[in-house]
């Protein structure tokens, strides 16, 4: 089956770390960008972090909003893409959904079900 | 960061009516953007990229069109399980996504 399954939400401290997993199956993945993409309770849709193909060197992105903060990787011998989550904040709270990149990420054509960080003291 | 604005916020329309969401980019984007449904507790699917191509799957009822900075997404024929969330997303830059319109049934 073609799918994409996230799994380390859970309940952190401000200022803790969370590490999130996302874990392919059913096409091949290493030829695909991965992003993560989040949602605050009741809120819109925030774009997250990107990290590309092998063909382009793994190369990643990052919102402004986590930058220096959260760090995306991958292992493609695994197919799984992992966001670390470091020195989280309130307003960092949402379901967390990881998305294939159809066409060099130029639109997300297979999502995740979303795992849920929340960070509240 | 390019902005994307949608509106209306939200809407109601009865079973067979035609629906318009328009979604304006500040910039031009070319053909960049994507349409996406949500429904409550769950995640977005894809329903049109590069502005006007249905994703596989996705009923011909709904239709994309636009280019530029200003884009529609129609639904023609509502039907009760299109109450959902619908958000635009550009993808011609670092990707963002516009604020959501809400399809609620009469």
């Known amino acids: 089956e073609v799918q994409l399954v996230e799994s380390g939400g859970s309940l952190v401290q401000p200022g803790g770390s969370l590490r999130l997993s996302c874990a392919a199956s059913?096409?091949?993945?290493?030829?695909?960008?991965v992003d993560w993409v989040r949602q605050a309770p009741g809120k819109g849709l925030e774009w997250v972090a990107r990290?590309?193909?092998?063909?382009?060197?793994?190369?990643?992105e990052y919102a402004s909003s986590v930058k220096g903060r959260f760090t995306i990787s991958r292992d493609d011998s695994k197919k799984s893409v992992d966001l670390q989550m470091n020195s989280l904040k309130t307003e960092d709270t949402a379901v967390y959904y990881c998305?294939?990149?159809?066409?060099?990420?130029?639109?997300?054509?297979?999502w995740g079900r979303g795992t849920l960080v929340t960070v509240s003291s | 960061d390019i902005q994307m604005t949608q509106s209306p916020s939200s809407l109601s329309a009865s079973v067979g009516d035609r629906v318009t969401i328009t979604c304006r980019a500040s910039?031009?984007?070319?053909?960049?953007l994507n349409w996406y449904q949500q429904k409550p507790g769950k995640a977005p699917n894809l329903l049109i990229y590069?502005?006007?191509t249905l994703q596989s799957g996705v009923p011909s009822r709904f239709s994309g069109s636009g280019s530029g900075a200003d884009f529609t997404l129609t639904i023609n024929s509502l039907q009760p399980e299109d109450s959902a969330t619908y958000y635009c997303?550009?993808?011609?830059?670092?990707?963002?996504f516009g604020r959501g319109t809400k399809v609620e049934i009469k």
């Open positions: 059913g096409f091949p993945f290493s030829d695909h960008y």
């Open positions: 590069a502005a006007s």
């Open positions: 997303q550009q993808s011609y830059v670092t990707p963002t």
């Open positions: 990290i590309r193909d092998k063909g382009n060197s793994h190369s990643t």
């Open positions: 998305a294939r990149g159809g066409d060099y990420g130029s639109y997300f054509d297979l």
């Open positions: 910039q031009s984007i070319s053909r960049s």
